[in-house]
């Protein structure tokens, strides 16, 4: 069993920063990929950051140069480095990882996390 763990989340005012994270943990044999979604009341779930394994990363549109995804492979982690934040990015972020199990090394899976509530203040 595979397990995404998330904390960080929390109360800031505009302007304000928050560093989310998120382990892995279970019978993993490999994690190629870790990333954030996000999901605000009445809106679709969309991507935030992502990062590969080699280290290649991504970001939606809307967090460019204020986000900053990061890894620790060795922890199993990844970080979400929120700053300048707005009340726009007020939701419930995810964390999501393509994980191979022990049991099943052949196959990748999305995993998600329990959510972690970002509320940013006016």
């Known amino acids: 069993q595979v397990q995404l763990v998330e904390s960080g989340g929390g109360l800031v005012p505009t302007g304000g920063s928050l560093r989310l994270s998120c382990a892995a943990s279970g019978s993993i044999f490999s994690i190629n990929y870790m990333g954030w979604y996000r999901q605000a009341p009445g809106k679709q779930r969309e991507l935030v950051a992502g990062s590969t394994g080699g280290g290649s990363t991504n970001y939606a549109d809307s967090v460019k140069g204020r986000f900053t995804i990061s890894r620790d492979n060795a922890k199993n982690t990844v970080y979400l480095q929120m700053d300048s934040l707005k009340p726009e990015d007020k939701a419930v972020y995810y964390c999501?990882?393509?994980?191979?199990?022990?049991?099943?090394?052949?196959?990748?899976?999305?995993?998600w996390g329990q959510g972690t509530q970002v509320t940013v203040s006016s």
């Open positions: 999501n990882a393509k994980i191979r199990t022990v049991q099943m090394p052949h196959i990748e899976y999305f995993y």
